[in-house]
């Protein structure tokens, strides 16, 4: 606002024409110090302050005032960011407003508190990948998180961490979740396995650990060597298969047929074939490799009419277990659950099981404990 004292004297156009020339504008309207219009110059008093302009509404000075300190220019305020050599324009309640608590609000709530390093064109460096810190800046802006194509949540997500954004941090958790691809959980079909099968060299073992074979139809197989520890089989077919000296250490064969199978040498260290059907089963191995189910959870198993000549059940579980023909010659059983084994109608050893309805038991190792006596056969 400039102030300058003139003489008032002629009419309301001669005042315009002085004011115009001292002014350097063309000025067009009279205004008195309240804001009233001047429309003759008789209005005018001695040491009246007259504002004059180009037909501007009056605007009053006193209230025009600049904000109280610590608010001047808060909102209005235009930053300049350098952010690893790329530039940001953007407002300081942009970056102060939507996230309080923020590095970024500490760093521009408070001028020079921060003590802020410029560059030449005044701009504020920020030693971080401009790439990422772009969705942040427009997450700032209008509270939505998008991302270009191309561009790694991840990597938003750590300069997310940095900055302290909270709130866009959980956006991020939930979108990276979103756009991994789900878990395949589907179990392998025949088809599949046996391409695994034809890929797969005589002299090398397959690795299967952990996979899930349930419901396949795995019958007639050459499974032989084969590492099935921990894998899903159950309600698996694979009768007539050929398991001799496969891994089978903690895997689920609940429900799975395995009638004449091929079992020698076979690992099922506490495995679960509860419900399976093992009948006509061979564990017996010429060359005098005995198969495993030490600690095996077999209850329920129809093993009607197997070869079980050396078999290791020791501390496995055969509760209600069918062994009717069985042969278990050389067989440990020390702490096996035997509890209403074999056929209900043949009369059994107490805490044992009849293993021997026509079949063979004897020199097996068989230990266990009854209220009255503690016997070994």
Same mark, same amino acid.
């Given at each position: ?221 050459? /499974? *032989?060597?084969?590492?099935? #520890?921990? +894998?899903? $089989?159950?309600? @698996? !077919? %694979?009768?007539? &298969?050929? =398991? ?68 290791? /059940? *020791?501390?496995?579980?055969? #509760?209600? +277990?069918? $062994?009717?023909? @069985? !042969? %278990?010659?050389? &067989?440990? =059983? ?44």
């Amino acid at each position: 606002m400039l102030l300058i004292v003139v003489a008032v004297y002629g009419t309301l156009s001669d005042l315009l024409s002085v004011a115009s020339s001292k002014l350097g504008i063309k000025a067009t309207s009279v205004y008195n110090g309240k804001g009233g219009l001047i429309d003759d110059i008789a209005l005018i008093r001695d040491d009246d302050v007259l504002f004059v302009c180009e037909g501007e509404p009056f605007i009053d000075p006193q209230t025009d005032s600049k904000p109280p300190e610590g608010l001047s220019g808060f909102h209005t305020d235009w930053l300049t960011l350098n952010v690893g050599g790329r530039y940001f324009t953007t407002t300081r309640s942009t970056l102060v407003n939507k996230e309080p608590d923020s590095m970024l609000a500490h760093m521009f709530k408070d001028k020079g508190v921060w003590g802020n390093k410029q560059d030449h064109r005044g701009a504020f460096l920020i030693d971080r990948s401009p790439e990422y810190f772009e969705p942040i800046l427009n997450y700032l802006r209008h509270g939505q998180l998008i991302v270009n194509d191309g561009i790694n949540l991840l990597g938003v997500l750590e300069e997310a961490r940095f900055f302290g954004i909270d709130s866009l941090i959980e956006h991020l958790e939930v979108a990276i979740k979103n756009s991994q691809p789900p878990e395949d959980h589907s179990p392998i079909s025949r088809k599949e396995f046996v391409r695994f099968l034809l890929a797969t060299p005589t002299k090398s073992e397959l690795r299967c650990q952990g996979l899930n074979f349930s419901g396949a139809d795995l019958s007639r197989l050459d /499974l *032989r060597y084969i590492n099935f #520890k921990m +894998a899903n $089989l159950s309600r @698996c !077919n %694979l009768a007539h &298969a050929n =398991l001799c000296c496969a891994n089978l250490e903690r895997a689920d064969l609940s429900g799975s047929v395995l009638d004449c199978a091929n079992l020698q040498g076979v690992k099922m260290l506490c495995s679960n074939a509860e419900g399976a059907s093992l009948k006509l089963c061979n564990f017996e191995d010429p060359s005098g490799l005995k198969a495993n189910l030490e600690g095996a959870n077999l209850k329920g198993v129809d093993m009607e009419g197997s070869q079980m000549t050396g078999i290791n /059940l *020791r501390v496995a579980t055969l #509760k209600n +277990a069918k $062994l009717k023909n @069985c !042969n %278990l010659r050389g &067989a440990t =059983l020390a702490g096996t659950d035997l509890e209403n084994g074999a056929d209900s109608k043949t009369p059994s050893w107490p805490y044992s099981a009849d293993c021997v309805c026509g079949g063979l038991l004897q020199p097996a190792l068989v230990l266990w404990t009854a209220p009255w006596r503690k016997e070994r056969c």
